[in-house]
Each structure stands twice: as C-alpha cells, then as structure tokens.
C-alpha cells in the first residue's frame, strides 16, 4: 500500500471517529435538554402552585384580621330597611343591614353578626339549639309497634285519635268543625306500657319523634331549663310534623308552693315556660304533645287544664285478660316445648303489670340457659313468677341490738 493510500485511510478512520464522537455528545446534549426543559416545567408548574397558595394565605390573613362580630338578636324591622337590635354587649341600637342581606331573612327574634364598630348586620345567622335538645330527636324509628300492646286497646284509640290521625288526617276535624287535642298525658303505675305506647306511634308516624325525660330540663343556672324549653319547641317547629314526648313529666310539673328553695324556683320557672310553650301555638299545627308520668297527684292544676293536656289518659293495672294478652305476646318469640296454659298464667300473676310478665317470659329463658337447654318448658315458667313475685317481698332485717 503506498503512503498516499495509507495517509488517507488513517483521515478516513479519523474522520469517523470524530463523526461518532460528535454524535455521543450530541446525543448526551439532548438528553440533557430535554432533562433541563422537563425541569423547567416542573418548576414553572411550582411557581404556579406557590402562586396560588401565596393568594390563599393573603386571603387567609385578611380574613384573620378581619374583625370579630359580635352577636345580636332583631327586636324589630323598620320600614326603611333598617333594624332594631339588641346586643350581647348593651342596649338596642338601630342599625344598617348589609346589601348582601335578603330583606325576607331579617325577622323579629332573628340571631345575627354585628359589626363591631358600627353595629351593622352582616350576616344572619342560624338557630342555636342546646346539644340537650338536638340529640333529642330520635332518627332511628323504634321497632314497638300496637300489636305489640296487649289489654290497652281502647286507650291506644284515644292516642290515635289524639295524636296520630290530626297529623295523618287533619281535614277530618276541619270538616267536622273541631280543633284536635294539642297534648296527652298518660297517667298510671310504673311499668303498665305508657312509654311503649310513646315508642309505637313514633314506629307508626312519619313524623319527627323528640324525646326527652323531665330531668333533663332542670338545669343548674337560672334560666337554662326554660331556654331548654323553648328551644325544644323551636326544634318541634322547624322539624314539623313532629311529636314532642316529655317522658316523667312530674320532674318539672310538680305543684307549684309558697315555701321553697332557690332550686324549685328554678324548676317552677322551667314548668311556667312549659305551660307559655304549650300555649303558644295552634292547635291544628304539626306539633303535638305527649307525655307520660306514674304521679299525677303532684302535677300542677295549670298543667292539667284543658288547652294544655286536653286528653288525660289512665293506663290501668293489666286485669286477667290483658294479661292473657300480654303473655301472648311475649310468648311469640320463645322456643315453648310443652303444653303452656297462658290463661293460667295470667291467673297466677295477679297485680303484675306487662314489665312484670316480660320479666317473667325473660327468667323461664334464663332458666332454660342455665339447664343448658335450647327451648323453654312449662316448669320454667313457675320458677320465674316465684321468682319475679317474690322480689318485692324481701326486707332487710336489722343486725340484732341495732334499734332498742
């Protein structure tokens, strides 16, 4: 090969080298690129996210400067568009209302923000109800129904047409031309079904069920039963149709005395608030009372008039054919193996009411558990009313010496 050949295969090799060399830089120059523009929209993308939470801080910051409000109550609306208010600091005042305000939210009795320096209305703000009175209502309807009432058929008549019907069928009375009771009050012995009957029109009523027991509304401080109260009756009203059911009504409705602590005082002013609600509204409206109590001895002459309790309902100490009935009713669920006279059950349990016999039914099963059976026999059953009946018979004896 002569030297010209030889010099111009080396150029050759060096030019391809050179060739692939600029072509590995070029490669590793774009992918560097295309790293660098990949990072560029990362951090453009960051910048805007920092943007947009930059704004949200501002706007959190002015709103944190923003002043406090201060909480008022309309007294009055006046024709030219302005309130009456008054303040949780001092007197009333007659102020603005904010433009951003619909004039059919601004009514008389009406929570509200006021600004701090010029008393102006901001906003309307909703109810305030006690945490006492919003778990009142009870969502879950309850599973007692009237079959599962025995021997108080005409009584659970009288809560129907009292209770039931004007909310189901309320043209029935306007064509007859009468209001329906606003309230009932069922009255008898521990035990005899008055809360049962509460529990079954609730299950047999779409309406709103809000239950509270009498204690509940005596509060410690002056004025807190009565806000109780009347709050109670500004739920029923907002959740209409609705049935109220003050449960051991005798807590708050005893007879109001000249002689008394500062505490039943307190409780006369929780039952004057009580006796101003059930007043306050109409007879026809979808809001009715009921309540239950085993004193009605001690309830106030105010409380019982007609207007306020119009249907005093006595539920009697079950005779022998309610308690037939009611052992029927308990017997349903039981496994019975056996022949079981329910008539003679009933005989042998004179003066017990339907807790009594359920109480019954429940020891004869406890009893069987215990033989380690998985059904119920007739011997069961006299073993638990000995039992049952022999509860209130025990009385515990002094230690000797004691009393001399």
Same mark, same amino acid.
């Given at each position: ?238 959740? +209409? ?8 009504? =005798? ?104 807790? =009594? ?13 215990? +033989? ?33």
């Amino acid at each position: 090969m002569t030297e010209e050949a030889q010099e111009a295969k080396n150029n050759e090799t060096y030019e391809n080298a050179r060739l692939h060399l600029l072509e590995v830089q070029n490669s590793r120059l774009t992918e560097e690129l295309r790293r660098i523009e990949n990072e560029k929209r990362y951090l453009e993308n960051e910048v805007v996210r920092l943007q947009r939470e930059l704004r949200r801080l501002k706007v959190e910051i002015d709103r944190l400067r923003f002043p406090p409000l201060i909480i008022g109550q309309i007294r009055d609306v006046l024709a030219d568009g302005r309130v009456v208010v008054k303040s949780s600091t001092g007197p009333d005042f007659v102020v603005n209302v904010s433009e951003a305000i619909l004039p059919s939210e601004l009514k008389a009795g009406a929570r509200v923000a006021l600004n701090k320096q010029t008393l102006a209305v901001m906003n309307v703000l909703p109810p305030s109800l006690d945490p006492i009175v919003m778990g009142a209502e009870i969502i879950e309807k309850p599973q007692e129904s009237y079959a599962d009432i025995g021997g108080l058929e005409e009584q659970i008549q009288e809560v129907r047409e009292a209770i039931e019907f004007p909310l189901l069928k309320p043209e029935l009375y306007r064509k007859v031309g009468i209001q329906p009771p606003k309230g009932v009050l069922l009255v008898g012995p521990p035990g005899t079904g008055k809360t049962l009957i509460a529990k079954a029109v609730a299950k047999q009523t779409s309406a709103t069920f809000i239950r509270l027991v009498g204690s509940e509304l005596v509060q410690k401080y002056i004025g807190e039963g009565a806000r109780l109260v009347r709050e109670l009756f500004e739920l029923s009203k907002l959740k +209409a149709p609705s049935i109220v059911f003050i449960d051991e009504l =005798d807590a708050i409705g005893a007879k109001r005395l000249d002689v008394s602590t500062s505490g039943d005082r307190e409780v006369q002013r929780t039952l004057m608030q009580l006796l101003a609600e059930m007043d306050g509204f109409n007879p026809l409206s979808n809001v009715k009372i009921l309540a239950a109590t085993n004193r009605p001895d001690i309830l106030d002459e105010a409380l019982l008039r007609p207007g306020r309790f119009d249907r005093i309902i006595t539920i009697p100490m079950p005779n022998l054919d309610a308690r037939t009935s009611i052992f029927k009713i308990h017997l349903r669920p039981l496994n019975v193996v056996g022949e079981i006279s329910v008539e003679e059950l009933a005989r042998k349990t004179e003066n017990c009411t339907g807790a =009594d016999i359920k109480a019954i039914c429940t020891e004869a099963g406890m009893f069987a558990i215990r +033989a380690e059976r998985d059904h119920v026999v007739p011997e069961d059953f006299e073993k638990a009313i000995t039992k049952v009946l022999g509860r209130g018979k025990k009385q515990t004896k002094a230690p000797p010496g004691m009393f001399v």
